[in-house]
């Protein structure tokens, strides 16, 4: 069954494939792989709001082994420095296109070595898609929460190799993205701090996804801040209420986290490539991130 969450996300278009020096996306993720998949015609998607050049960084595509498997993987980081705090950033159902690489590189401009994997590249090409429910029944729906977490564990290992402190870690990502932020915080007993942006916190159990937030807000590792809007139709504050109980009653670290909710904000408020977008809640989203990790020691 496809999850309320990811049903909030059929209205959204498919984004653009493009990196910074024109290259497809989809093009780069097939040569990564060694595979080809089939075409298909996006829309045509609004340009990002926020631009965050690459000048004094060091980015672009890497491959990340997982027991073998090639993983991509987009890595943006200040160029010529080690040692760095180290940020993961999940995406939303659409993988790593140019919003979550621009946000990677945020992060790369404030210090971090920011690193999006591609998640569910196992299960299919996520840009390839121009049909939202397709790409939901076909991609999402069939990616286990087991894979995800080896697959950031590996990410955490390959930071550690490649000029990150992984003793500094902290963990963020978008709806889809978001819901694997506290699934990782608990997971992983390095994560530090996670920054949680409106993903979903309940729903049902399945053999794919055995656990919910709800189900391991007292396990958490470091404290998670929850960024979620009040007029998300998908993420009822009812949800955000059971998760604050939850936390209420768990470890030191469920204990800190704290909730932001932006008054008549809706779902994907940060996504400044959609309609969604709501500058005032995305800027001081983006602040209050930053001060979190800084405040939880990834910094």
């Not at 090639?70 to 010529?80: F, H, L, N, T, V």
């Not at 950031?152 to 694997?180: E, I, M, P, S, Y």
């Not at 470091?222 to 993420?235: C, Q």
Request: glycine content about 10%.
């Amino acid at each position: 069954m496809i999850s309320t969450q990811l049903e909030s996300d059929l209205h959204a278009l498919v984004p653009g494939s493009a990196t910074a020096d024109g290259t497809s996306r989809r093009t780069a993720l097939q040569v990564a792989l060694g595979v080809g998949y089939a075409a298909s015609v996006s829309p045509v998607m609004a340009q990002t709001v926020v631009k965050t050049s690459a000048d004094g960084l060091v980015v672009g595509e890497v491959t990340i082994d997982v027991n073998g498997f090639k993983m991509p993987a987009y890595r943006a980081a200040p160029a010529g420095k080690t040692g760095l705090p180290v940020v993961l950033v999940l995406s939303e159902i659409f993988g790593v296109h140019e919003y979550i690489a621009d946000t990677a590189r945020r992060f790369a401009k404030a210090g971090y070595l920011a690193i999006a994997p591609e998640l569910f590249v196992r299960q299919g090409d996520a840009q390839s898609y121009a049909e939202m429910a397709k790409l939901i029944a076909e991609v999402i729906s069939k990616v286990p929460d087991a894979q995800v977490m080896a697959d950031l564990d590996a990410t955490v290992a390959w930071a550690a190799a490649n000029g990150g402190d992984v003793n500094k870690l902290g963990v963020t990502g978008f709806c889809w993205g978001g819901r694997q932020t506290w699934l990782y915080t608990a997971h992983n007993k390095r994560v530090k701090a996670g920054v949680a942006w409106y993903g979903r916190l309940v729903g049902q159990v399945s053999a794919l996804t055995p656990k919910h937030p709800v189900d391991v807000a007292g396990a958490l590792n470091g404290p998670v801040l929850g960024l979620y809007g009040s007029a998300d139709t998908g993420i009822p504050v009812s949800t955000v209420a059971a998760m604050q109980e939850a936390l209420a009653s768990g470890s030191a670290a469920a204990r800190r986290s704290r909730f932001v909710l932006y008054p008549d904000a809706p779902h994907a408020f940060h996504a400044d490539y959609r309609p969604s977008y709501r500058k005032a809640p995305a800027d001081d989203g983006w602040q209050q991130a930053l001060a979190w990790f800084k405040a939880h020691g990834v910094a």
